[in-house]
């Protein structure tokens, strides 16, 4: 810790304490998160603190609070993470009471964003709740404290009867102690939306000035059954959009595709993939069919060399090449139109 001069402490709860510091070396402020002293010769609560660590350092978004460094003090572990300025939305609704629908849609679009960057990477963070939610001065919200996250796959609880969270933004099935997925945190978005448009832990009721369709999505996130659900937080942010009463300031996160795949002969593993990634394949699928065509198309000319010298090139006319339904059916109509040209 000889590098980080600690200057106050921001918060303190039953397992850690968060303190403000310096980093001398880079000249930045941080967060340090340390593990209780009392707690740690518990190995158990050791693991799961430095668990946290290394899955929030996985992550690499603008609505998600880094992780910066890990390290161990007389036997005390602790965390030094991205220090955002402002405050908690437990702090915003306690000071102005339930929001505006279009400013909390707006804060709960940026919610969605970081949860589906750390959906996309497999985690899922099972505590999403007001307190863990923060607001810089500059309006950008971050979600903190993946210290309970688990992977997505294999995420039931070790123990009957443990919960993982807090009870009143827990999905039923987390309650329960059964397999939690990525659409806990969906129904944890939901109990947000309801304290922000209503000043106050989800109850069933909320006020008559939100808006039905708003209200619905809510709803469909609060549903006992996952499935009923929506289901990514991507799909979830286009709803709200759609049910906003203003425009949306805060852009939609981009989509991630799942793709399943069996490798040599292991199960099944899915991988998740950007629209970006899929465009390119696909682009590059394309010009591989691109090139093999005119591989073909010059295998069956004549390849000797003209007496002459060829004229100087000309401007080439303006042609519309043909395109299917489909980037393997393009391609191959493609290859087709270039040997009839040849031929």
């Known amino acids: 810790m000889s590098r980080y001069t600690v200057e106050r402490t921001l918060g303190q709860g039953g397992m850690a304490t968060v303190e403000l510091a310096e980093d001398e070396e880079l000249g930045r402020k941080v967060a ?13 609560l050791r693991e799961r603190f430095l668990r946290e660590a290394k899955l929030a350092a996985q992550l690499s978004h603008p609505n998600v609070v880094g992780v910066y460094d890990v390290g161990e003090e007389d036997g005390s572990p602790y965390i ?19 929001l505006q629908p279009g400013r909390a849609v707006d804060l709960l679009l940026q919610v969605c964003a970081g949860l589906e960057h750390a959906h996309a990477a497999g985690l899922v963070h099972r505590d999403v709740k007001p307190q863990n939610l923060l607001l810089s001065k500059d309006g950008v919200l971050k979600i903190a404290d993946f210290g309970i996250a688990r992977p997505v796959v294999g995420s039931e609880l070790t123990q009957i009867g443990t919960v993982l969270g807090t009870i009143a933004y827990a999905a039923p099935e987390q309650a329960a102690g059964g397999q939690v997925t990525a659409a806990a945190d969906l129904y944890s978005v939901g109990a947000v939306a309801h304290e922000l448009l209503t000043g106050w832990p989800p109850d069933g009721r ?40 203003e425009p949306p300031t805060q852009p939609l996160p981009p989509p991630t595709a799942t793709v399943a795949t069996e490798v040599l002969g292991h199960p099944r593993r899915t991988i998740h993939v950007s629209r970006r990634a899929l465009l390119g394949l696909a682009g590059l699928v394309a010009t591989t069919a691109i090139v093999v065509g005119l591989a073909l198309a010059s295998a069956g000319r004549d390849e000797t060399p003209p007496a002459q010298p060829p004229p ?25 139109w270039l040997r009839e040209r040849a031929g």
């Not at 402002?86 to 702090?91: A, D, P, R, V």
């Open 80 to 98: 030094v993470m991205e220090y955002v300025e402002g405050e908690t939305l437990s702090e915003v609704v306690a000071r102005e009471g339930s």
């Open 32 to 44: 340090v998160k340390r593990l209780a002293t009392r707690l740690a010769d518990d190995e158990g």
């Open 312 to 336: 100087p090139a000309q401007p080439a006319p303006a042609v519309v090449l043909p395109r299917g339904e489909s980037p393997s059916e393009s391609a191959r109509l493609l290859a087709e």
């Open 206 to 245: 909320l006020p008559p000035d939100v808006p039905p369709a708003l209200e619905q999505v809510i709803r469909r996130c609060l549903a006992t059954d996952p499935n009923e659900r929506p289901q990514s937080a991507v799909e979830l942010a286009r709803e709200l959009a759609q049910a906003s009463p």
